[in-house]
Structure formats: structure tokens, C-alpha cells
């Protein structure tokens, strides 16, 4: 295991419907056969990605007025297998009220058959997203984790050098571009006291509330693995789709809100940050919205699971969302999002912004 990444060994496999030594063990042999994944690929690319990294946070914090209340951004630059190990990680904590439940139930639910079907079918989910994640903020922080081991910026860099050497992308200029997006994830949430914690509180309410059949779960799983190399689709399902109670249905709807929101602020935020200082940000931001870069790692994994990814539909409603309110009052409007967590939009108000621009008190 690489120095820093979190261990998978925090849950009590008993405790949980999935066996996540197979999910590892599957998602590294998938991305095993993936291109550049040698070492030597990776020569370099921690020091440049510290100089990027602090150069994307103050033009973050110039475009956006959000100040991290704590410390300086941090790089890491991992390979696949280490991107697995940590979203695995992130999943266990994440998903644990769901273990929590899941543990009540007799114990015939859980065979060691289930067990393994669920970590094969993850695995080969994590594996195949291992070889297209370029980057995510891990938000999932830990007290009892080690300082260097929190509040990181990931990069993978195997996918980075795949994509550039693909379209022959400039590496500094496009690896600049990336730390932009990635850096105003982390503005987002060290920058607003609340979001983090509230953001978090959404999702333990939902899973604390829910109490899915392991063959949900396991059928979610299978979905999202028959699914996971078409890009154009966004799901339809989740454990929770059909079984929601009306409350877990609006927490879903917050959270889908919540998250379109940050996507696409984050995406209008990279572009104008890196305009007239980063050279090609048109033709990165085309192929990488083509690819549907969407949110990655464990919180995609997420929304896909409970049945968010099919209210999300595409992020770009998070652009336009911050381009229709920048029109009605400019910066100024578009930051009363960040003063507390009654301003969030929902996700009615993500796609009719002018509902959000009438709930703050703006006539048109």
C-alpha cells in the first residue's frame, strides 16, 4: 500500500453487505491492464502538480472571493490502484449508517455468496472508473487520520498522461486547467464553514432513514456495472428510487441539487479563472465535457446507488444555473448561495433558476 492512502480495514466485514478485500482485489486487477501505468510515467508530476495546485488557489480564491479557512491546498498525485484504495475507504465511511442497518437484519441476508458477488461487482465498477478519474478533493475527512493524510487534492496520473498523449494536449497548460476545477471543490467546502458538515448531514440522514434489502443493493451494483461504459446514460435506478419515503425523496432532491450546483460552479469557475492565462481551455473543456467528467469517485458511486444520477442528468443545468443568476444580479447574487444552507438551491430551483432568483427577493 503507497504512504498516505487510507486503509481499507475500518469496518467489520460482518457489518457490511460487500467484501472489500475482493472489491480491491478486482478493481487493481482491472487496472492493472490499463495503459501508463508504470511508475516512470508518474516521473515528475508530484512537483509540478504542487506548483499548479498553489497557483490554482489563488486564482480560485481571486475569481471566487472563497478563502480556505484552513491551511494551503495540497497535492497528491496517486497511481490507479492507490485511487482505489482511497474511494474504497471513502465508501466504507461513507456508507456506513447503510452497514449500520444492514447489520439488523438476520443473518441469513448475508451469505458469504452475497459477499463476494457484491465486492466482485464493485471492484469491476472502481476498476473501470480508476482508468477515467483525473481528479477529486476528498472531502471525507477523518479526525483520527494522520494531518498528511487530509484535505487532499488527488490527481491521477497514469489517466492525465493517457489523455494528453490521446489529444495532444499540452501537458502543463492542461494539468493547470484540471488543478483550477479540483481546487474550487476545495474552496467550496473549507471555504463555507457549513457546507461540508451539512452536505454530509444530508447523506447520513438519507441512509440512517433508508432500509434497503441486500438484493437492492446488490441489483444497483449490477446495474450501474451492465451500464458503466455508457456515457450518454445516466441511470434510472438506485436502492432507493422506488422504495423512497416523500422525506428521503427531498433529501434526494437537496442533494442533487447541492451537487449539480457545485459542478457547475466548479466548471464555470475553472474556464474563467484560467482564461487569458491557461492556452487551449475551449478544446479542454470540449473533450472533457464530452467524456462526461461529472463528479468521481466514491461520490458518483454514490449517486448512482440510491438513484441520484438519473435526477442529475447532465451538470451543465449547474452552468447555466450560475449563468441565469450571474445575469439577474452578478457575483453578488450568485454568492447569497454560500451564506447558509436555507440559499441552496433544490433541485426544481437548479433547473428554473428564476424560482431561486425570486426565493432571494430579486424581481426581474
Given at each position: 500500500?503507497?504512504?498516505?492512502?487510507?486503509?481499507?480495514?475500518?469496518?467489520?466485514?460482518?457489518?457490511?453487505?460487500?467484501?472489500?478485500?475482493?472489491?480491491?482485489?478486482?478493481?487493481?486487477?482491472?487496472?492493472?491492464?490499463?495503459?501508463?501505468?508504470?511508475?516512470h510515467h508518474l516521473d515528475g508530476l508530484a512537483e509540478e502538480f504542487d506548483i499548479h495546485t498553489a497557483r490554482a488557489e489563488g486564482l480560485v480564491a481571486e475569481t471566487t472571493g472563497l478563502m480556505?479557512?484552513?491551511?494551503?491546498?495540497?497535492?497528491?498525485?496517486?497511481?490507479?490502484?492507490?485511487?482505489?484504495?482511497?474511494?474504497?475507504?471513502?465508501?466504507?465511511?461513507?456508507?456506513?449508517?447503510?452497514?449500520?442497518?444492514?447489520?439488523?437484519?438476520?443473518?441469513?441476508?448475508?451469505?458469504?455468496?452475497?459477499?463476494?458477488?457484491?465486492?466482485?461487482?464493485?471492484?469491476?465498477?472502481?476498476?473501470?472508473?480508476?482508468?477515467?478519474?483525473?481528479?477529486?478533493?476528498?472531502?471525507?475527512?477523518?479526525?483520527?487520520?494522520?494531518?498528511?493524510?487530509?484535505?487532499?487534492?488527488?490527481?491521477?496520473?497514469?489517466?492525465?498522461?493517457a489523455l494528453e498523449r490521446r489529444y495532444a494536449f499540452e501537458p502543463s497548460q492542461f494539468r493547470l486547467w484540471l488543478a483550477l476545477h479540483e481546487v474550487t471543490h476545495r474552496a467550496q467546502f473549507?471555504?463555507?464553514?457549513?457546507?461540508?458538515?451539512?452536505?454530509?448531514?444530508?447523506?447520513?440522514?438519507?441512509?440512517?432513514?433508508?432500509?434497503?434489502?441486500?438484493?437492492?443493493?446488490?441489483?444497483?451494483?449490477?446495474?450501474?456495472?451492465?451500464?458503466?461504459?455508457?456515457?450518454?446514460?445516466?441511470?434510472?435506478?438506485?436502492?432507493?428510487?422506488?422504495?423512497?419515503?416523500?422525506?428521503?425523496?427531498?433529501?434526494?432532491?437537496?442533494?442533487?441539487?447541492?451537487?449539480?450546483?457545485?459542478?457547475?460552479?466548479?466548471?464555470?469557475?475553472?474556464?474563467?479563472?484560467?482564461?487569458?492565462?491557461?492556452?487551449?481551455?475551449?478544446?479542454?473543456?470540449?473533450?472533457?465535457?464530452?467524456?462526461?467528467?461529472?463528479?468521481?469517485?466514491?461520490?458518483?458511486?454514490?449517486?448512482?446507488?440510491?438513484?441520484?444520477?438519473?435526477?442529475?442528468?447532465?451538470?451543465?443545468?449547474?452552468?447555466?444555473?450560475?449563468?441565469?443568476?450571474?445575469?439577474?444580479?452578478?457575483?453578488?447574487?450568485?454568492?447569497?448561495?454560500?451564506?447558509?444552507?436555507?440559499?441552496?438551491?433544490?433541485?426544481?430551483?437548479?433547473?428554473?433558476?428564476?424560482?431561486?432568483?425570486?426565493?432571494?427577493?430579486?424581481?426581474?
Amino acid at each position: 500500500m503507497a504512504a498516505g492512502v487510507p486503509s481499507t480495514e475500518v469496518v467489520d466485514r460482518s457489518l457490511s453487505v460487500i467484501d472489500w478485500d475482493v472489491a480491491e482485489q478486482v478493481a487493481t486487477r482491472i487496472a492493472s491492464r490499463a495503459p501508463f501505468g508504470g511508475a516512470h510515467h508518474l516521473d515528475g508530476l508530484a512537483e509540478e502538480f504542487d506548483i499548479h495546485t498553489a497557483r490554482a488557489e489563488g486564482l480560485v480564491a481571486e475569481t471566487t472571493g472563497l478563502m480556505a479557512l484552513h491551511g494551503e491546498a495540497r497535492a497528491r498525485v496517486v497511481d490507479r490502484s492507490d485511487w482505489i484504495r482511497a474511494n474504497l475507504a471513502s465508501l466504507r465511511r461513507l456508507l456506513q449508517p447503510l452497514w449500520d442497518k444492514m447489520a439488523e437484519r438476520p443473518a441469513t441476508s448475508f451469505t458469504p455468496l452475497t459477499h463476494r458477488v457484491a465486492g466482485v461487482e464493485l471492484g469491476a465498477v472502481l476498476g473501470w472508473m480508476s482508468t477515467r478519474v483525473l481528479g477529486q478533493y476528498d472531502l471525507l475527512v477523518l479526525e483520527d487520520e494522520a494531518a498528511e493524510d487530509q484535505d487532499l487534492v488527488y490527481y491521477v496520473g497514469p489517466n492525465l498522461v493517457a489523455l494528453e498523449r490521446r489529444y495532444a494536449f499540452e501537458p502543463s497548460q492542461f494539468r493547470l486547467w484540471l488543478a483550477l476545477h479540483e481546487v474550487t471543490h476545495r474552496a467550496q467546502f473549507t471555504g463555507v464553514p457549513w457546507l461540508r458538515d451539512h452536505y454530509l448531514g444530508l447523506v447520513r440522514s438519507l441512509l440512517e432513514s433508508s432500509d434497503p434489502d441486500p438484493t437492492h443493493l446488490l441489483d444497483s451494483l449490477r446495474s450501474l456495472l451492465e451500464r458503466r461504459g455508457d456515457e450518454s446514460d445516466t441511470g434510472d435506478g438506485g436502492f432507493l428510487t422506488a422504495v423512497a419515503s416523500p422525506e428521503q425523496r427531498r433529501a434526494l432532491d437537496g442533494i442533487a441539487g447541492l451537487m449539480s450546483l457545485l459542478e457547475g460552479h466548479g466548471d464555470v469557475t475553472m474556464d474563467r479563472a484560467g482564461r487569458g492565462i491557461v492556452v487551449g481551455v475551449d478544446r479542454f473543456g470540449r473533450v472533457l465535457r464530452q467524456r462526461r467528467r461529472s463528479a468521481s469517485g466514491f461520490t458518483r458511486i454514490f449517486q448512482k446507488l440510491v438513484g441520484l444520477e438519473a435526477k442529475l442528468a447532465q451538470y451543465a443545468k449547474g452552468e447555466a444555473f450560475i449563468e441565469e443568476v450571474e445575469d439577474a444580479g452578478g457575483t453578488t447574487l450568485v454568492n447569497r448561495v454560500w451564506e447558509a444552507p436555507s440559499n441552496l438551491p433544490d433541485l426544481a430551483e437548479i433547473n428554473s433558476p428564476s424560482l431561486w432568483i425570486a426565493r432571494m427577493g430579486v424581481v426581474g
